[in-house]
């Protein structure tokens, strides 16, 4: 059993950045893979970034390479989502997730959620 609580979510301008914290509770963390997902209003669920138990191996959704990063420190049990030049588009509850075994992008395959933060960026 892992225990997710996500924090960092707040209102935001436009081009401006934020940086979401995601703190697990257990003492396997580093064999879990993270998952970052995110949910705007009347729209599915959709696959943000992962990172492998590691934190070497990362996987990027096209919409945020090279805007986002994801970053953990296992003995912090925490994982990281940093936003950078966000656009109005992004607003959404950004949720964390967690899988035993190797990075994957769709939500199903991820068996732990947080109860997510809501991010609100501003035109």
């Known amino acids: 059993q892992v225990l997710l609580v996500e924090s960092g979510g707040g209102l935001v301008q436009a081009g401006g950045s934020l940086r979401l914290s995601c703190a697990a509770s257990g003492r396997t963390f580093s064999s879990y893979a993270m998952g970052w997902f995110r949910q705007a209003p009347g729209k599915e669920r959709e696959f943000v970034g992962a990172i492998d138990g590691s934190g070497r191996g990362t996987l990027y959704a096209d919409s945020v390479k090279g805007r986002f990063t994801i970053s953990r420190d296992n003995a912090k049990n925490t994982v990281y989502l940093q936003m950078n030049t966000l656009k109005p588009e992004g607003t959404a509850v950004y949720y964390c997730?967690?899988?035993?075994?190797?990075?994957?992008?769709?939500?199903?395959?991820?068996?732990?959620w947080g109860q997510g933060t809501q991010v609100t960026v501003s035109s």
């Open positions: 997730a967690a899988r035993v075994g190797m990075v994957r992008s769709s939500r199903n395959e991820y068996a732990y």
